[in-house]
């Protein structure tokens, strides 16, 4: 069998992309090996506006309305609604804090994102809001899994996709394409997420991965029906249900569940609360985020290598950016506009030319 593309991982970043490819035109196979993956575990959560310092998350303003219209369009065709815009609550832990996010809601490009001021004690639903909080605006969360079984449905349907694990070393290069046992192809697309690490072409780029954890927890005490930010976060999925994350841990790197883990975001939710939750937890999770040294992702072509390319690195942003990414992708490769510079691959060419 012959394809103009393959994409190796059928996480969040490799489905989106085959989607795009795929309605373009291009014939794709995507390759996919099975097992955990981080956009599997991940909660799906974009929050604008993030950390101790109250800092816009970088890319925020172009990628937010890429990913509201992409999402929108994916949901047609397959057909489920799979984007939800709500508002988070965003705690304030210190006056400190409170004082950052006052400085931030008199900057006008801020504006978009810092709604109502919370005064203390006025959040209700025994949330510890001793120094009030602020609403975060154009906040969002994507249904990763939902998402991904469903493109996988919709790749299958049009034999696009391949369960199976890819050898490295059986890829074969030559002039006139790439060859992978019985198949051949034009390009081959790496989207692996953290495995990206042990890639013998892309190996080399300065990749952070980390690994979290979140809970997925019942409660018998009413929850807040919104999302709510302070260290930690809570994410209600109705019926009593609600996630709780995340743990950021750079060594070791693993994706089993561990105890300190759990008790760190227990800790974390019961410090939310006045009065802890009488909740039971129902599933932990752990997975590893392919994060990257400088917070952007890779995208583009390998230096010397012009029929390879990755598309990775997007770390805790993916719900946010691979809908935009995706797109400069498909558009660098369909009509060669230039990628975006602040992901594309060549700021590391130096790394791989060796």
Same mark, same amino acid.
């Given at each position: 069998?012959?394809?103009?593309?393959?994409?190796?991982?059928?996480?969040?970043?490799?489905?989106?992309?085959?989607?795009?490819?795929?309605?373009?035109?291009?014939?794709v196979?995507?390759?996919?090996?099975?097992?955990?993956?981080?956009?599997?575990?991940?909660?799906?959560?974009?929050?604008?506006? =993030?950390?101790?310092?109250?800092?816009? =998350?970088?890319?925020?303003?172009?990628?937010?309305?890429? +990913?509201?219209?992409?999402?929108?369009?994916?949901?047609?065709?397959?057909?489920?609604?799979?984007?939800?815009?709500?508002?988070?609550?965003?705690?304030?832990?210190?006056?400190?804090?409170?004082?950052? +996010?006052?400085?931030?809601?008199?900057?006008?490009?801020?504006?978009?994102?810092?709604?109502?001021?919370i005064?203390?004690g006025?959040?209700?639903?025994?949330?510890?809001?001793?120094?009030?909080?602020?609403?975060?605006?154009?906040?969002?969360?994507?249904?990763t899994?939902?998402?991904?079984?469903? *493109?996988?449905?919709?790749?299958?349907?049009?034999?696009?996709?391949?369960?199976?694990?890819?050898?490295?070393?059986?890829?074969?290069?030559?002039?006139?394409?790439? $060859?992978?046992?019985?198949?051949?192809?034009?390009?081959?697309?790496?989207?692996?997420?953290?495995?990206?690490?042990?890639n %013998?072409?892309?190996?080399?780029?300065?990749?952070?991965?980390?690994?979290?954890?979140?809970?997925? *927890?019942?409660?018998?005490?009413?929850?807040?029906?919104?999302?709510?930010?302070?260290?930690?976060? =809570?994410?209600?999925?109705?019926?009593?249900?609600? $996630?709780?994350?995340?743990?950021? $841990?750079?060594?070791?790197?693993?994706?089993?569940?561990?105890?300190?883990?759990?008790?760190?975001?227990?800790?974390?939710?019961?410090?939310?609360? $006045?009065?802890?939750?009488?909740?039971?937890?129902?599933?932990?999770?752990?997975?590893?985020?392919?994060? =990257?040294?400088?917070?952007?992702?890779?995208?583009?072509?390998?230096?010397?290598?012009?029929?390879?390319l990755l598309?990775?690195?997007?770390?805790?942003?993916?719900?946010?950016?691979? %809908?935009?990414?995706?797109?400069?992708?498909?558009?660098?490769?369909?009509?060669?506009?230039?990628?975006?510079?602040?992901?594309?691959?060549?700021?590391?060419?130096?790394?791989?030319?060796?």
């Amino acid at each position: 069998m012959t394809y103009d593309v393959l994409i190796l991982g059928q996480g969040l970043v490799g489905s989106l992309l085959a989607w795009r490819l795929i309605r373009a035109g291009l014939t794709v196979l995507v390759v996919d090996g099975g097992g955990n993956n981080a956009s599997r575990t991940a909660a799906g959560l974009v929050t604008p506006v =993030t950390g101790k310092r109250w800092v816009k =998350t970088v890319g925020v303003d172009t990628a937010l309305p890429e +990913a509201r219209g992409g999402y929108k369009d994916l949901a047609q065709d397959l057909t489920c609604r799979v984007w939800h815009e709500h508002p988070i609550l965003r705690l304030y832990r210190n006056q400190s804090e409170r004082d950052q +996010a006052r400085k931030r809601r008199r900057e006008a490009d801020y504006l978009p994102y810092l709604g109502e001021e919370i005064p203390p004690g006025t959040a209700g639903w025994n949330l510890a809001d001793d120094y009030g909080g602020c609403w975060l605006k154009e906040a969002a969360h994507l249904d990763t899994e939902v998402l991904l079984d469903r *493109l996988r449905d919709w790749l299958q349907a049009r034999g696009a996709y391949l369960g199976r694990r890819m050898d490295y070393a059986a890829l074969a290069m030559s002039q006139s394409g790439i $060859r992978w046992n019985d198949l051949h192809a034009d390009r081959v697309i790496f989207c692996e997420g953290w495995r990206g690490v042990d890639n %013998p072409w892309f190996g080399a780029l300065p990749w952070q991965p980390s690994q979290g954890e979140i809970l997925t *927890l019942e409660s018998r005490t009413p929850l807040p029906p919104f999302p709510v930010n302070a260290g930690c976060w =809570t994410l209600p999925l109705g019926k009593g249900r609600f $996630r709780v994350g995340a743990t950021y $841990r750079w060594q070791p790197l693993t994706e089993d569940v561990s105890e300190s883990a759990r008790r760190r975001l227990l800790a974390g939710l019961n410090a939310l609360f $006045r009065k802890p939750l009488q909740a039971q937890v129902i599933v932990q999770r752990a997975g590893i985020r392919p994060n =990257t040294l400088d917070h952007q992702p890779f995208v583009g072509r390998h230096p010397r290598h012009s029929r390879l390319l990755l598309c990775n690195g997007f770390g805790s942003k993916g719900s946010l950016l691979a %809908p935009w990414a995706t797109r400069c992708l498909t558009e660098y490769l369909l009509s060669e506009v230039p990628l975006p510079a602040s992901i594309d691959l060549r700021r590391y060419h130096a790394r791989l030319a060796d």
